[in-house]
């Protein structure tokens, strides 16, 4: 049997898609330990896989953890410049501190192989520096340059016209070269403070494990690539399993009534209630519908409406195995896992994000014909 060393981003969007991976190969009898924020522990180890905690780094698991002037300037940014600033500030430069702590992970666990989630860029670091093939599984939209597509994060869908494939060419040239430039220098420059050589790969580049690279849709839901790298594997949802206890809110057969159900839901980081719960509930109001909201754990009291709408039930979390089921229609910010899974389900969408890779989560929602 193998032994897998995984490593993921510290954050449930990041997290819950290898559950299933992990329980899957501890099962079949292999050894896993599974490196990731401390807040993980037990779910990480629910799986049967040893739970390796983070020794440095950004740990969004713990908030307070993180530094101030980090939060603080992740909140002033939207559109591309919050792009830049997560690329640089999240991911690259977290890979300094998963190359030092897989290093030392394999001292006393010699990996045969790594996994991890695919914005994990420390482990095709690692890669170089000791030769372990490494396998990643995606928890977003598909992110390659192509000919057929315009660059990832400006939420432009595809047009496969002679016109359309001189658009790409052109803003591909304008990404790389000018919107990007800077974070592709920023990433060599990290790269060389740990020892490795500059390689002028933008980051999507960087992070495409040709060994093995799992998608987490179907091929309809992704725009049609005629250079799709082969290792690129298209999996279908990463499906949550029942959590081991779930005890439904008072409200709970209401939702076997004759109302249309909607549920809105704000994600679990870009968790503001006024960007997406408190619009939809004043706009649902006066309907003839159900609306059930979640904060991604945000305090109820962060709801800031007096009187709550009598047609709404709010809660800070609700396992979508359970609610989905019964949901006629999903709002959503984009998170691209939720997503997934309420079409999964067969619940159409509404979706809104403009932070993180949601704009192009919510381009695809359109493109594919599943919601607005």
Known sequence: MARFLIGTIPAIGH???GLPIARTLVERGHEVWWYTGKGFKSTVEATGARFV???TGLDFSDPKSLPES???KKKSLKGLEDFRFGLKHAFIDSAVAQ????TDILHDFP????LCDSLFLGASWVHEKTGLPWAAFHTSALFFTSRDTAPFGLGIQPDTSALGHLRNHVLNWVYRRILLNDVTAYLDQVRGSVGLSPEGKDFFEAILSPFLFLQATVPDFEYPRSNLPPSVHFIGPFSPEPPSSFTPPAWWDELKGDLPVVHV???TVATDTNDLIVPTLQALADEDVLVVATTGGQPIESIKLDPIPANA?????IPHYYLLPHVDV??????YNGVQVALANGVPLVAAGQTEDKPEVCARVQWAGVGI
């Not at 190359?99 to 897989?102: A, N, V």
């Not at 990996?111 to 790594?114: E, H, K, P, R, S």
Request: hydrophobic share 40%.
């Open 15 to 17: 997290v819950n898609p």
């Open 53 to 55: 905690p983070m020794s």
């Open 70 to 72: 980090f939060m603080e």
């Open 99 to 102: 190359l030092k702590d897989f």
């Open 111 to 114: 990996a045969d192989i790594l």
């Open 265 to 267: 839901t704000q994600g």
């Open 313 to 317: 039930r709010i809660e800070p979390f």
């Open 330 to 335: 999903m709002v959503t910010n984009g998170g």
